[in-house]
């Protein structure tokens, strides 16, 4: 039992963290069995060689590889080849050991454990260490057919322009429905980028895509009514997801927990002409994710704070009332996914400081 509480430990130390909870432990026991937990904590988010995991633990190599497959296979680790050697790193908790085994698929039992679990752990301590990085780790990308003409649009704006920067883009079912089952919306339209999107294919988690089927996936997801997310860097994105506000565990951090800056809002907010809307409550009703409007004698009203600049109420209000105006307060996201990494890194240890 004390190798899953010292993969607990480890796994807390990375910047997404890792909080206490029995069920935590279960997942664990769930995802790593006990001879595999014995390599697993030899390791950290770096990727290792077999054979220096091998050598650390006392076996052979064959059996340290043999482990270490069996735990990739699973998306309980990173793999990737690295001078000829098969090399594994642990994953954090997102991107990683939440969705990874629910994009793998499970044996029904064991993956609706699995997913009771997640649940649990989620409501009791983990929503609220996602809510607390600084910056967010997520961003909303505007559905496109709303951004305006009338602006400058930055190219991290534009989800597809964001998709056409990357190299290789692999397609997987979105483990938060999966893992959830909250409501009846596609499946099939969770994108990862370059190396993330090599292992999930090399694996069987994902399968690789054109460049022409990931933007007919982003214009699936916006007819859907999903809100593009993104991690929240303007230069290199290392997956977009489409995300609903039931089932997303980070949509839901505004919706079921009232971290309302828990995601990074977009550069716009919705605006409304009032003479022009008719009050029919479609964007109320059918298409804000997050609950930012609501339809007041006859009109609609915009909650600014709430909403998250997704632009789905957009293209579906009948009159044109809606439209996507820039906010004043929008700042800039970090550049690389690393510079994300530093900033939360660095406010994290600031708020320790000052308790
Ligand atoms: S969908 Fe358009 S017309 Fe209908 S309530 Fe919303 S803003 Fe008004
Ligand atoms: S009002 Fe709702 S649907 Fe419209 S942009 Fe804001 S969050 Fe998105």
């Not at 995802?31 to 060689?49: C, H, I, M, Q, T």
């Not at 009338?150 to 597809?160: G, K, T």
Request: glycine fraction near 8%; include cysteine; charged fraction near 25%.
């Amino acid at each position: 039992m004390h190798h899953y509480h010292r993969l607990r430990e480890i796994l807390g130390a990375h910047p997404v963290g890792a909080p206490e909870s029995e069920e935590f432990l279960e997942i664990l026991k769930i995802l790593f069995r006990p001879e595999e937990v014995e390599l697993a904590v030899l390791l950290d988010f770096k990727l290792r060689k077999a054979g220096e995991v091998a050598q650390k633990a006392g076996i052979s190599p064959e059996d340290a590889l043999k482990r270490l497959e069996a735990m990739a296979d699973r998306g309980a680790l990173l793999a990737k080849k690295v001078d000829g050697e098969m090399a594994y790193a642990l994953l954090p908790n997102y991107p990683g050991l939440f969705e990874y085994p629910f994009m793998k698929g499970m044996d029904g039992p064991a993956q609706e454990r699995l997913a009771r679990l997640w649940h649990a752990y989620y409501m009791k301590a983990m929503a609220a260490e996602l809510a607390s990085a600084s910056p967010p780790w997520n961003r909303v990308l505007p559905a496109e057919g709303a951004l305006p003409q009338e602006y400058e649009i930055l190219p991290y704006e534009v989800a597809s322009r964001m998709v056409a920067g990357t190299g290789t883009v692999a397609l997987a079912n979105c483990p938060c429905r999966i893992s959830s089952g909250n409501c009846d919306k596609p499946l099939d339209v969770c994108l990862s980028f370059d190396g993330a999107a090599r292992f999930l294919s090399d694996r069987g988690m994902a399968r690789i895509i054109s460049l022409e089927e990931a933007l007919a996936v982003l214009k699936r997801a916006e007819e859907a009514g999903l809100v593009h997310t993104g991690s929240n860097n303007a230069e290199r994105l290392i997956f977009l997801c489409n995300c609903c506000s039931c089932c997303c565990h980070f949509l839901r951090l505004i919706t079921d927990h009232g971290y309302l800056g828990a995601v990074a809002k977009s550069s716009y907010r919705a605006g409304i002409n009032e003479p022009e809307c008719t009050g029919c409550g479609v964007c109320a009703e059918e298409r804000c994710p997050v609950g930012a409007v609501t339809v007041e004698e006859g009109t609609a009203r915009l909650n600014a704070e709430r909403c998250i600049g997704c632009g789905l109420c957009v293209s579906t209000c009948p009159t044109g009332a809606m439209s996507l105006v820039k906010r004043d307060d929008y700042r800039r996201p970090p550049a690389t996914p690393a510079d994300l990494v530093g900033m939360i890194v660095e406010n994290k240890r600031k708020k320790q400081v000052t308790g």
